[in-house]
Nanobody, 119 residues
Framework: QVQLVESGGGLVQAGGSLRLSCAAS????????MGWYRQAPAPGKQRELV?????????NYADSVKGRFTISRDNAKNTVYLQMNSLKPEDTAVYYCNYYATRMHYHYWGQGTQVTVSS
């Protein structure tokens, strides 16, 4: 089992910045990926990938956040960060931390943290 604890969400004006953090604990494997997904409040909106980073340092970003968001991680602390700059109202969503156990092909999810960007 892996437990994920998120922090850093909140309310910010358009153009502002926020930094999300997610600390993982429990059965942490040496090969994994950690990252962030989000789900907007609109009806029918699916959870979508924001950014992920493997334990080897490979990153993947949604096109909508490239150049504005930066993912990083501290493997010694099993913590992943998401620096979000130039925030837009359409970034408003619940952001979920994700831990992917590569060998088990299994996803773990955090409880979610609300990010609200006002115009």
């Amino acid at each position: 089992q892996v437990q994920l604890v998120e922090s850093g969400g909140g309310l910010v004006q358009a153009g502002g910045s926020l930094r999300l953090s997610c600390a993982a604990s429990g059965s942490i494997g040496s090969i994994n990926a950690m990252g962030w997904y989000r789900q907007a409040p609109a009806p029918g909106k699916q959870r979508e990938l924001v950014a992920t980073m493997t334990s080897g340092g490979l990153t993947n970003y949604a096109d909508s956040v490239k150049g504005r968001f930066t993912i990083s991680r501290d493997n010694a602390k099993n913590t992943v960060y998401l620096q979000m700059n130039s925030l837009k109202p359409e970034d408003t969503a619940v952001y979920y931390c994700n831990y992917y156990a590569t060998r088990m092909h299994y996803h773990y999810w955090g409880q979610g943290t609300q990010v609200t960007v006002s115009s």
